[in-house]
Nanobody
Framework: QVQLVESGGGLVQAGGSLRLSCAAS????????MGWFRQAPGKEREFVAS????????NYANSVKGRFTISRDNAKNTVYLQMNSLKPEDTALYYCATPRLPFGGAPSGASGYDYWGQGTQVTVSS
């Protein structure tokens, strides 16, 4: 059974940084793309970043491009989201996700993912 556990969220001032982690278990991590999404109160879940199974393809939402970096460590079965220059509008519950099928690209739509974590809260104060 695939399990995803996020960590690293917290409260940070605007302009600060956080690094989110998502530990995966239940199958061969290195064969699957990973993605980060977020959902703010009263808003729909939105794509943040994704990385393909090799780590050679990454995608970012325009709102985070140049500030956030997604990476993966296959030896640790973990995907990371380094978030710099945080803004109050980055405040949300952040989820990691992975698709059911191996290999392929780095999907940017929620429909491309089948397994989701419980989320970690990121709050950015102004």
């Amino acid at each position: 059974q695939v399990q995803l556990v996020e960590s690293g969220g917290g409260l940070v001032q605007a302009g600060g940084s956080l690094r989110l982690s998502c530990a995966a278990s239940g199958r061969t991590f290195s064969n699957y793309a990973m993605g980060w999404f977020r959902q703010a109160p009263g808003k729909e879940r939105e794509f943040v970043a994704s990385i393909n199974w090799t780590g050679g393809i990454t995608n970012y939402a325009n709102s985070v491009k140049g500030r956030f970096t997604i990476s993966r460590d296959n030896a640790k079965n973990t995907v990371y989201l380094q978030m710099n220059s945080l803004k109050p509008e980055d405040t949300a519950l952040y989820y990691c996700a992975t698709p059911r099928l191996p290999f392929g690209g780095a999907p940017s739509g929620a429909s491309g993912y089948d397994y989701w974590g419980q989320g970690t809260q990121v709050t950015v104060s102004s």
